[in-house]
């Protein structure tokens, strides 16, 4: 049998890739006043935004699914095409409790969209999120920068206000609808670039970091600029453009923070700083950045759990409460699932027995989203009452989150 550290090394091994170590990312974890991580967590791969580290679960045999039993299941219509389901299941590692938003795009006056503030690093409880948009239930979004910006670091397209952020090389598996009603689970490609210096390449829109040596791009709704945070607290061969009406206006080697976005403002780092002093103030810069057209709404996520109904996930080793966000062809639904964790009446799942979860509720393909105390589900009480929080958030109340997914009905 393996023991703890043994797991911990293989998890390592096999999720690193896929779980967001890579050099697009904030650091994942902030030492403490020493300078040192907390106790367990130098050796274990970051699967949620808060960076906590999950409880290890029993090993099982390989090959062999534990065999689930499920209780205490209620459920109620919400609006029409829109249902909400709750259930415990357990097996050989212990009770978890599961809830499930059922939703119907086909159905006249149901459908998706992307939940967030008014500027892209703000954050928020998913209640309030899903309140601006009048939605009638909804569940957190994807991995965000918990520990500085409280930006998101993937992919954000909204309906009414078009593409938000994104980053070029990282973060890029996302759920997304089409104009055609089309459902997707994928990796979506980010374009980004100056017109007039296609040498100078653009790796990361509105994001909570400049890639290092690279140039990343800022806008109104990003909000304000912010200083140093986005390039890692490197101050030097740093470098500021700002671009109004497709002309450069200002440039400098100091980056400010606090002042408010007008047009856009492109920040390099190293050789990106190098790139930008090449853009004179008056010089033409038609600044652009897009995903494809054909998107309404995107918001990323993290591993995919299903592929064509295969399980795609690797880690079953951490437990956490988890989010996930699925898609049954056979039926016509999307899947939104949160599953409790870190409290004794639910013990949270490994994205493996995630997989395995959303392939029962009969997704053929499902994506992780961001999990641990961010994972939030809402929605209308029985008889269509407020909107309330309808799991157990492991912080004990609801953590403030940068994006999440909404459901609007009429």
């Given at each position: 049998?393996?023991?703890?550290?043994?797991?911990a090394l293989?998890a390592?091994?096999?999720?690193?890739?896929s779980v967001?170590?890579?050099p697009?990312d904030?650091?994942?974890r902030?030492?403490?006043?020493?300078?040192?991580l907390?106790a367990?967590e130098?050796?274990?791969?970051?699967?949620?935004?808060?960076?906590l580290?999950?409880?290890?679960?029993?090993?099982?045999?390989?090959?062999?699914?534990?065999?689930?039993?499920?209780?205490?299941?209620?459920?109620w219509?919400?609006?029409?095409g829109?249902?909400?389901?709750r259930?415990?299941?357990?097996?050989?590692r212990?009770r978890?409790?599961v809830h499930?938003?059922s939703?119907?795009?086909?159905?006249?006056?149901?459908?998706?969209d992307?939940?967030?503030?008014?500027?892209?690093?703000r954050?928020?409880r998913?209640t309030r999120?899903l309140?601006r948009d009048?939605a009638v239930a909804?569940v957190?979004?994807g991995?965000?920068d918990?520990?500085?910006?409280?930006?998101?670091?993937?992919?954000?397209?909204?309906r009414?206000?078009?593409f938000l952020?994104?980053a070029?090389?990282?973060?890029k598996?996302?759920f997304t609808t089409?104009?055609?009603?089309?459902?997707?689970?994928?990796?979506?490609?980010?374009r980004a670039?100056?017109?007039?210096h296609?040498?100078?390449e653009?790796?990361?829109?509105n994001?909570?970091?400049?890639?290092?040596?690279?140039?990343g791009?800022?806008?109104?709704?990003w909000g304000?600029t912010?200083g140093?945070s986005?390039?890692?607290?490197q101050?030097?061969?740093?470098?500021?453009v700002?671009?109004e009406?497709?002309?450069v206006v200002?440039?400098?080697?100091r980056?400010t923070s606090?002042?408010?976005i007008?047009?856009s403002?492109?920040?390099?780092?190293?050789?990106?700083?190098?790139q930008?002093?090449?853009?004179?103030?008056?010089?033409?810069?038609?600044?652009?950045?897009?995903?494809?057209?054909?998107?309404t709404?995107a918001?990323?996520?993290?591993?995919?759990?299903?592929?064509?109904g295969?399980?795609?996930?690797?880690?079953?080793?951490?437990?956490?409460?988890?989010t996930?966000?699925g898609?049954?062809r056979?039926s016509?639904?999307?899947?939104?699932?949160?599953?409790?964790?870190?409290?004794?009446?639910?013990?949270?799942?490994?994205?493996?027995?995630?997989?395995r979860l959303?392939?029962?509720?009969?997704?053929e393909?499902?994506?992780n989203?961001?999990?641990?105390?961010?994972t939030t589900v809402?929605g209308?009480?029985?008889?269509?009452?407020?909107?309330?929080?309808?799991?157990s958030?492991?912080d004990?109340s609801?953590?403030?989150?940068?994006?999440?997914?909404?459901v609007?009905a009429?």
């Open positions: 049998m393996r023991t703890r550290t043994g797991l293989v390592l091994a096999l999720v690193a890739t967001g170590l890579l697009d904030p650091a994942p902030s030492p403490d006043a020493r300078g040192e907390a367990g130098e050796d274990q791969p970051r699967q949620t935004s808060d960076g580290p999950g409880e290890i679960a029993e090993d099982l045999l390989p090959g062999v699914s534990p065999r689930v039993q499920t209780s205490r299941a209620r459920s219509r919400i609006a029409p829109v249902r909400y389901r259930f415990e299941q357990s097996d050989r212990g978890y409790r499930v938003v939703v119907r795009p086909s159905v006249r006056g149901v459908r998706l992307y939940a967030s503030l008014a500027k892209v690093p954050r928020g998913l999120l309140r009048d909804g957190n979004g991995f965000f918990i520990d500085d910006t409280g930006a998101p670091l993937g992919v954000g397209r909204d009414q206000r078009g952020h994104a070029k090389y990282t973060w598996n996302a089409s104009r055609t009603g089309g459902l997707r689970i994928g990796p979506v490609t980010m670039g100056i017109e007039e296609p040498e100078i653009v790796t990361n829109v994001s909570p970091r400049v890639r290092e040596g690279k140039v791009l800022y806008t109104r709704d304000s912010s140093y986005i390039t890692d607290g101050r030097r061969r740093v470098r500021a700002h671009v009406d497709g002309r200002s440039r400098s080697s980056l606090g002042e408010a007008t047009g403002v492109l920040v390099g780092r190293g050789p990106g700083a190098d930008l002093a090449e853009l004179r103030v008056g010089s033409k810069a038609t600044v652009t950045a897009s995903i494809p057209d054909r998107f709404f918001i990323s996520g993290e591993t995919v759990l299903l592929r064509h295969r399980i795609a996930a690797r880690d079953d080793v951490y437990l956490h409460p988890r996930a966000v898609i049954d056979d016509d639904r999307v899947l939104l699932v949160a599953v409790d964790g870190r409290q004794s009446f639910s013990r949270g799942l490994t994205l493996v027995e995630l997989a959303m392939r029962r509720l009969g997704a393909a499902a994506l989203l961001d999990g641990g105390g961010s809402a209308l009480g029985r008889g269509r009452k407020a909107l309330r929080v309808l799991n958030p492991s004990g609801q953590r403030p989150i940068p994006d999440g997914i909404a609007l009429r």
